[in-house]
């Protein structure tokens, strides 16, 4: 006796759930555990290791399956991965209260230290450890947000300690090399973009070492890959100034 399967019908099993709702109706994603997070920091690039199938469901458990019109309406594409990518970007994950706890504990734990990796104290120029930065962030209640990447939150992270410890961000520390003519015209704009000049020699052609803030590099090389038409040079000597040796700020 055969048994007869709905082919709408697919059984998943040991799954997390990623829902949204859209268009007046409720999508689903089966994903792998733990790689839901992993997808949304960054650490994981390949949808296939975070998806189980790319099928769209309306109901997970049930393994009720989307209807193709239903999703086109709703997404404006029929484009399976593509839908996939919208809802786990910005679905609810669905996890009981204790994997919720664990994941917000590792995110917490992430958070920290991409912090620790970036800063340092500004006066002794000396790096935090990961511990005392998760100290700080329980002392300012920072409370983590499931839905958010671990970069964009560790950015925001520092802000608000900012108001309650020494730390900013660690210096890059460049050189870049200008014709005559383009050092000449463009010397006092790169300046306001320089925390400090180490060295400056200008001759037949401006060369200078600095330390900048990290969030400054993009629009320095796009001024001088603009503004030279590719003849300037700009070389990255070092993602952080701090000094040297294994002391680190407890």
Known sequence: ???????????????????????????????????????RSGAEKDLDEVLQTNTVFVNVS??????????????????LTEICKQILAKGELQVSDKERHSQLEQMFRDIATIVAEKCVNPETKRPYTVNLIERAMKDIHYSVKANKSTKQQALEVIKQLKESIQIQRAHMRLRFVLPAKDGKRLKEKLKTLIKVVESEDFDDQLEMVCLIDPGCFREIDELIRCETKGKGTLEVLSLKDVEEGDERLE
């Open 1 to 39: 006796m055969s048994i007869f399967t709905p082919t709408n019908q697919i059984r998943l099993t040991n799954v997390a759930v990623v829902r949204m709702k859209k268009g007046g109706k409720r999508f689903e994603i089966a994903c792998y555990k733990n790689k839901v997070m992993s997808w």
């Open 62 to 79: 049930k393994g009720q399956v989307a209807k193709k019109d239903d999703l086109s309406v709703a997404f404006g594409t029929e484009d």
